[in-house]
């Protein structure tokens, strides 16, 4: 799991950084790659240079290189790290990162880093019990880092206890362990349609809908962290998408749209419709432009494009799961429990126009799940990436059920 995964090494200032050097030997051999960050007391227990061997990369230290003024952007590595592991993690440095004390380097990149965090704490036992250390590891925890317990033992006082920062191996496991849980959808091919789809009615005016994009690609970049190949057929939207695990095919029209997800239906695990697909085309699209003097009351005639939802509904095998979005304004519950059946999904997920922060445009969602089980999930108003999240843990549900 570790293969690929920039990892960040933060050594502080105690007897066991010297069990660093195995430790990052190991995660060097599992695929990582190890930015090492030391305080300046670790640098009293191991030589930066046996670390920079190790992990092929200049130790960093402080905010300036020295010899060339060059500034180490704490920013850019927080965003670089895929996990940041803090070992060994003193009573002191525990206490800077609770309380954020950003008096160096390390806990600077703690505070901007957005990637999860493994402490594994190493101290005399007395200060281990010491109340300070035991509420600033529980901050720790609230804070959502991962705290791997020492263990017991003879420490460097001679005194026998708990305060021995775990093994490189056990460390290594621990992070590995996590990887493998949070790629929960590796191996998984997720075929996701989002944004409005455009449909022309002369060669400078369209039919359209506000659809923004942002709920369907959130739910692709949420499938793509967690291991799933993502093919993302998106309408004309201003997004961008960032992960190498996302395929990213362009189109216009609900036809074009209705064709790029028929041709990759067979090879899809899951199916999540996001698309905000028009209903229907203009048929009679003006070859050139509808010139105001000439056509004093146009008329646009109008004709039905094809369901996509419907197709893949009627297309899908039984171990394919398929996902819809029902956008409504009224009889919400009723309109999209009958979607659900018409287009034979497994979950369809139903936002109001009525709820504020909802919908369109905005980067927030608030949202119901009705599933073909008969369940139904109410969501609280969250952003839409941590929507995508709630919509992933049940599309990972029934995948899963799949395969057993
Ligand atoms: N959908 C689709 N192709 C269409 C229309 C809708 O794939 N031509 C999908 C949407 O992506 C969504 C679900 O079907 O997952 C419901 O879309 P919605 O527009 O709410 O439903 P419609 O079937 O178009 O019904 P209506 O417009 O009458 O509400």
Redesign the pocket.
């Known amino acids: 799991m570790l293969k690929g995964k920039h990892i960040i090494l933060g050594i502080t200032g105690g007897i066991a950084a010297y069990k660093c050097a195995t430790l990052t030997r190991l995660l060097i051999k599992a695929g990582a790659e190890v930015q090492v960050i030391m305080t300046p007391n670790a640098k009293q227990f191991i030589q930066p240079l046996t670390l920079s061997t190790l992990s092929g990369k200049p130790v960093i230290s402080e905010f300036f290189t020295a010899n060339t003024g060059q500034w180490n952007s704490h920013v850019d590595l927080g965003l670089w790290a895929d996990a940041l592991i803090i070992a060994p993690a003193t009573a002191s440095t525990i206490g800077k990162m609770a309380n954020g004390v950003a008096d160096n380097m390390l806990v600077t990149t703690y505070l901007s880093a957005k990637a999860p965090v493994f402490v594994a704490p190493a101290m005399d036992l007395d200060m281990m019990r010491h109340p300070s250390t035991v509420r600033n590891l529980e901050l720790l925890r609230s804070y959502g880092n991962h705290i791997i317990e020492p263990a017991e033992g003879e420490l460097a006082s001679h005194l026998i206890g708990k305060g021995r920062m775990e093994e490189p191996e056990n460390i290594v496991k621990a992070l590995d362990a996590f990887f493998a849980a949070s790629e929960d959808l590796q191996g998984k091919r997720v075929l996701i349609?989002a944004g409005p789809t455009v449909e022309k009615i002369d060669p400078v005016r369209f039919i359209s809908n506000f659809s923004s994009g942002k709920m369907g690609f959130a739910l692709a970049e949420e499938c793509a962290s967690r291991g799933a190949h993502v093919t993302l057929v998106a309408g004309p939207v201003a997004l961008k998408t960032d992960s190498a695990n996302i395929e990213r095919v362009d189109v216009t029209t609900?036809v074009e749209m209705h064709d790029a997800v028929m041709q990759r239906l067979p090879q899809s695990d899951a199916i999540i419709?996001?698309?905000?697909?028009?209903?229907y085309r203009v048929e009679n699209v003006a070859s050139s432009k509808i010139k105001r003097e000439k056509t004093e009351n146009p008329v646009i005639q109008l004709t039905p494009?094809?369901?996509?939802?419907?197709a893949?509904g009627q297309a899908k095998r039984d171990d394919q799961v398929t996902v819809?979005?029902?956008?409504?304004t009224d009889n919400e519950n009723a309109?999209a429990q009958g979607?659900l059946e018409?287009?034979n999904l497994n979950f369809?997920v139903m936002n109001s126009l009525r709820d504020k922060n909802a919908g369109f445009q905005v980067d927030t969602n608030k949202i119901t799940i009705f599933t073909d089980k008969g369940d139904v999930i109410n969501g609280e108003c969250k952003s839409k990436r941590a929507v995508a999240h709630d919509i992933v843990d049940v599309l990972y549900q029934y995948l899963s059920k799949h395969e057993n």
């Open positions: 349609t609900a419709l996001c698309a905000a697909v028009a209903d494009n094809p369901d996509i939802a419907k893949v819809g979005f029902a956008l409504e309109n979607k018409r287009k369809i």
